[in-house]
């Protein structure tokens, strides 16, 4: 079965740059969430997108923004990069109709130096 | 807000054994969603297993199941049969019920889980 799809899957950034991060969700999944997850930590969610609207959002820097595309597709951008900003970040998806079982990617881990 | 609690940062169990790695959490929702996910050292978070709060039934797949005692908030995994494999952090997650507004999953902080050979 098709999974979450994440790219890149590595990272790594000069302080104050900016980055991409994108997201290709399961086929006929809309609804899109990111999660930032730090060393030793538990997943923090950080915003989410549902027919290419914004549905909710977390403790998501102003640094950061994030949209969703006609074929529900998600990137988050990431400017003025900091040291903090290194970590490992998922994209889950999931079906509106059932909307409680989120399905993660692999991640993308961030490195900032 | 919810918020969920695992409080046993740390468990190991010979291969092939049972162990229990524990769970509460605290909301004022009736209806919602409990899971816990598996990270291996891939750092790749895999559904292990689903509850419905609305479900008295315990939900089990193969040698995952689980205790879920929705007065008490608690909702415990048990694993048989311990393989090496198993060998990952256990995150406990929360979801309020009712459409993609409430989707976003609360984590607990985690349980390292080591099965020995």
């Known amino acids: 079965a098709a999974g979450v799809i994440q790219s890149p899957r590595h990272l790594i950034k000069e302080k104050r740059e900016t980055a991409t991060l994108k997201c290709y969700p399961i086929?006929?999944?809309?609804?899109v969430y990111w999660y930032q997850q730090g060393p030793g930590q538990d997943p923090q969610f950080l915003i989410s997108?549902?027919?290419?609207?914004?549905?909710d959002k977390g403790s998501i820097p102003d640094r950061f923004s994030a949209q969703q595309f006609s074929d529900y597709h998600s990137e988050l951008n990431m400017s003025s990069l900091e040291l903090g900003d290194s970590a490992l970040y998922f994209c889950?998806?999931?079906?509106?109709?059932?909307?409680?079982?989120?399905?993660f990617g692999p991640g993308t881990r961030l490195t900032v130096l | 807000a919810q918020t969920v609690t695992q409080s046993q940062p740390e468990m190991s169990v010979q291969e092939a054994e049972t162990v229990t790695l524990s769970c509460t959490y605290d909301?004022?929702?009736?209806?919602?969603?409990l899971f816990w996910y598996k990270q291996p050292p891939s750092r790749q978070m895999i559904l292990v297993i689903r509850?419905?709060?609305?479900?008295?039934q315990n939900a089990t797949e193969n040698r995952f199941s689980v205790n879920f005692q929705k007065a008490a908030k608690s909702f415990s995994l048990k694993i048989s049969d311990s393989q090496l494999g198993d060998t990952a952090m256990y995150f406990c997650?929360?979801?309020?019920?009712?459409?993609?507004?409430?989707?976003?999953?609360?984590f607990g902080q985690g349980t390292i889980l080591t099965v020995h050979p």
């Open positions: 509850q419905e709060a609305y479900k008295q």
């Open positions: 909301t004022s929702e009736n209806n919602y969603y």
């Open positions: 997108f549902y027919e290419k609207m914004q549905s």
């Open positions: 889950a998806s999931t079906d509106s109709l059932t909307a409680d079982t989120q399905y």
């Open positions: 997650a929360f979801v309020i019920a009712g459409g993609t507004s409430y989707g976003k999953l609360t």
């Open positions: 086929p006929r999944h809309d609804t």
